[in-house]
Each structure stands twice: as structure tokens, then as C-alpha cells.
């Protein structure tokens, strides 16, 4: 397996690779980034995974300077899942001191994350344009934890016509439902008890779904009262940021759901913010 | 020369082409655009020019509608100029019902054309980084004519990292100094006159730079003064958006010209809105 630390590096390692597979990610590696390598390995004859901690997706008041970065963790998750390279640029040669290049999807960013983060999906969607254009994949995968960046990604490639295909990948799940994130770690032991909430009003929106509620508002309502159900536990409830269900092609909030649609959470457990969603009827 | 008129019969014939230099351009082709194919020519091995109006770039009150779009005369000039394909596509084929993605430039746009024309070059950066996506060339030409144009393309290629040298090419001018445009067809013969002030307006400032001044007011009013000079011909004087003596690579205005730096006119004549300018000691 290479390591490539700068664009220059990644660029001439790309030059003599073949079919080649990205997996963007931030780091702090877990099985559910191992199953988007596994992915792209079914793609292509070669296989980079990019680790970087993009500071323009974070806000000012987010975790960017807490974000983990065990780099010789991640470096052996991959050697070991047989991945080709990994690129870990340094931050000041992603971004020279030059004019900066932001790229907007405003149909798809008002809501969800985008209404809640703002500028975030400008620095993921300038990121990975940054990253389509030095590791020109023929592949991208993305995970759907991550639902609208996902789609956002998705959009951002037809529209501007990167040659590029962005495969999906399922969400994994921890045994007890909660959803793999780097962002667990930062959870104790009871804040992740609690945060098994968000994954429980999920199957419980899919549940009720199954049993033939169509009216999205009904959906909503479960899942925020299992959210905010602090049971016979003495829990604190989790602060929710968004509970919703959308169409999973503009996003938009859907009354009736009379096709594809999604649930998607956002919630707090202390300082760590989760996020989590399940498609309906799939 | 091949004729492609869909984006999928680009990428199939990019496919099989070799080094390859793009020229974006509107059509209405003069001999300013066969100087960018004559560059081209001398990077890559195969000249793709494409001729697409596109609308994004274009404000609601300007002259979409009326530019000009003569099609056979473009191909006919590309086909003796040696050029190897032409991609002309349609509107909605560049242009499919998706969510839309739009790249900004902040630190480039808030001036000259960004400024009174708003969201101009989000359209010119999104067009231009599709036909980037799409004819995937190592090389692409664009007139200095256009020379914030030209900055932000060039910039957007850094900052995103697009693998495409961008290859600058001066302006080409009629006998008399006019810049050559595509809108210059709709002069009438008195208004192409009148026109000549701008040409003239810029030469005066270099003449005057090149006699030893450095202070920036004094070119921007010798230029003011020119343009406005209806002299004893009876003419009606040019209308100014904007006179400016900029930084060639922040695009910000100077005080004392102490490097590089280009003085840029915009003005109307009748209803033909007409850009130009000159780079001080180069």
C-alpha cells in the first residue's frame, strides 16, 4: 500500500494506476468505511482511500479541532482490507493561498444538514470536486449514514458531468441498531445508551411504515416521541436538531408518502451531534 | 471535423482522441477565436471547439435572445481553420431538469463584470467546468479580451484542481484598434465609431504609463475623459458602466502602480454593451 501526502504525489501514483475506486473519508476509520472499500474493490482494479479532515465543512462553532485523527489506525484498517493507496494531504496544499472556489447545490442544501450547517455542503461538495480532479476516479462511494451528502455528491457529479459514477453504500449498524459513525467514540457509556434512541424511532418509523401509515406527519410524531421518551430510566432526553421525512430525490418534506421517502434524524447527546437515517420501503 | 452534437457523443469521441485542446467559446467565431484555435493547435494533437450560447451566464435584461448564433458560418470556419470536432449541443442537454450546481469565485466577482452583471460568472464557471467534465482536454484556451473571465477560470482550475492547463491568448484587434467581439456585428456604422473611444481610451492610459506615471485616478480619468469626449464630430458619448485599473491577479483596484496591472472599460454603446482592455507593462 502507498501513502501519498501530497497532490503531486497522488497525481503521478494516479497516472500509472488503472480503474481506480475512491473512498473519500475523514479518517477515524470504522467497519462501516471498511464496507465502502470492500465496495469499491467490486468496481475497480485499484482502490484509494482519501484521509483528511476537510476544514471547510465545519463551522466556526463545530469539531473540527476535536475531530480524531488516528492516522496509524486508519493506515492499518486499510493495509489490511488490501486498499492501493491512501492520500493524506496536508491542509495548506489542499488550499494554497489563492482565490477559493465554493460549489453550491441550492436546491438540495436549503434543509436537513444544509439548514442546520450552514456552508457546510459548499466545503464538502468543494472538497470532493477537489478530489474528483486529483484522483480522477473512475468510481466514488459514498455512504448513505450520510444521506444528503450522498445525494448532494450525486447531484453535484450529474450536474457538472464529472465522469465520474458515485455508488451508494448501506449504512452499517452496530449489533444493538446504532448506526457506525466516528463520532461514536466521543460517546460515554450512557450518552450511548441514550443515543440508541435515534436508531429506535427510526425502525419504529419503518415499522409503523410496513404496517400501512402513509401519512408522514404520523411518522414524525413517533419519532420524536421516542426521541424525547426518557422512559423509566431517568435519562436526559437527547436535544433533537431535526426529525423529518423527505422525498429522497429534492428532499422535500413529503405529506403523503406515495413513494420513495426517507426518515432522517439529527440529535445531541452532550456535545456529540449524530445523525442517522432509514429509507422506507426498500 | 465531426460535428457532436450531444453530450454523449462528445465523451464517446473524446474517448478515442489524444491530447486534446479545448476552445470554449458562443459561436459567431471572428478571427479572435481562430487565434485560440491556432493555440490550441500548438499544445495537443486534436482542437475541440465548442459553441454553446449558454444561458446561465446571461442576466435577465441582456441580450441572450439577440446574440448572435450563426451556426454554419461557425462550422464552416472551424472546418478551414483545421479544427478536429465541434461540440454544439443543446440547451437542455447541458442543461437536464436535476438540482443545479453553481461555483463561486468570491474573491474574483465581486468587481468589474461580477459586479454589474450579478451571477454572470457563477453561469460562466458552471459551463465551464461541465465542458471541462465533459471534453476532459489537457489544454484549454481563453481570450484575454474577456480578462476577468479569464482570471476566474483560471482560478477555478487551481482552486478545484481541475488536471487542464488553462493557456491564455492576447486580444485580437480590427485595424483601427477595435477589439474584435462578437457583439461588434451589431454596431451600425456610426456606433462602431463611436465604439473606437474604448480602444482608444485604453491606448492613451498604456501611452501614458509607459511615459512614467504610476498613479492609478490619473489613467482611470484620461480613460473617463476619452470616453466621454464627443469631440467636434457631434457624437452622443459612450455610457460607462465601469473604468477600472486593477491587480491582473486579484482583480482589486490600485493606488500606485507598483507591478502588474491592467486597465479594463466596460461601456455601452446604443444597446451593445462592450468590454476591453490592455495589461500595463507586459
Known sequence: MTVLR??????????????????????????????????????????????????????????????????????????????????????????????????????LTGVLEGKHRPGHFQGVCQVVAKLFNIVQPQVACFGQKDFQQLRVITAMAEALNFPIRIAPCPTLREADGLAMSSRNRFLTTDQRARALSISRALFFAMETFDSGVRVASRLVTIMQRTLLDVGNLGHVPLSIDYVACVDPLTLKPMEQIDGPAVCCIAARVGDTRLIDNVVLGA
Chains 1, 2 share one sequence.
Open 6 to 107: 501530497t497532490i503531486e504525489e497522488c497525481r503521478a501514483w494516479r497516472a500509472r494506476a488503472g480503474v481506480l475506486a475512491l473512498v473519500p473519508t475523514m479518517g477515524a476509520l470504522h467497519a462501516g468505511h471498511l464496507s465502502l472499500v470492500a465496495e469499491a474493490q467490486r468496481h475497480a482494479h485499484q482502490t484509494l482511500v482519501s484521509v483528511f479532515v476537510n476544514p471547510t465543512q465545519f463551522g466556526p462553532r463545530e469539531d473540527f479541532n476535536r475531530y480524531p485523527r488516528p492516522i496509524e489506525d486508519d493506515l492499518a484498517l486499510c493495509q489490511n482490507a488490501g486498499v492501493d493507496a491512501v492520500f493524506n494531504p496536508a491542509a495548506d496544499d489542499m488550499y494554497s493561498a489563492g482565490p477559493r472556489a465554493f460549489i453550491d447545490m441550492p436546491d
